[in-house]
């Protein structure tokens, strides 16, 4: 059975949104400071490689395996990202390094709507 195109651009945009999540996580600022020692940031590196491989397993789950529980989850974590991602806007203003975090979001909203739309309704329902 051949994948539908949009499933196969949901998937694509997808990982280029984790991609560019993983470069966010690479490049973050480890100064270390009065309230953050320097093993705070290797436990939020490591809780956000595991994150990122959680969500690369769901989107092989939702494209690959047709689960769509998988993609609801995926809208759930980019409901949750948006979220989160207003609160910072709103406490710090926009800086920098969230123009790779609202691109990251850009491109799951992206792939997230075509994986409903076009080719790609009958997929998902299993």
Same mark, same amino acid.
């Given at each position: 059975m051949t994948i539908p195109k949009n499933v196969i651009w949901f998937e694509a945009l997808l990982y280029m949104s984790l991609i560019l999540d993983a470069l966010s996580v690479a490049f973050q600022d480890r100064t270390p400071t009065d309230e953050m020692a320097q093993g705070v940031f290797a436990v939020a590196n490591l809780i956000a490689a595991c994150l990122i491989?959680?969500? @690369?397993y769901l989107v092989q789950l939702a494209a690959q395996r047709r689960k769509n529980w998988a993609r609801g989850v995926l809208v759930a974590s980019l409901v949750?990202?948006? @979220?989160s991602l207003t609160q910072i806007i709103g406490d710090t203003g926009l800086q920098g390094g969230l123009l790779i975090d609202i691109l990251s979001c850009g491109l799951t909203a992206a792939g997230l709507y075509l994986s409903f739309t076009g080719d790609a309704k009958g997929w998902f329902n299993q």
């Open positions: 491989l959680l969500l @690369v949750f990202s948006i @979220v």
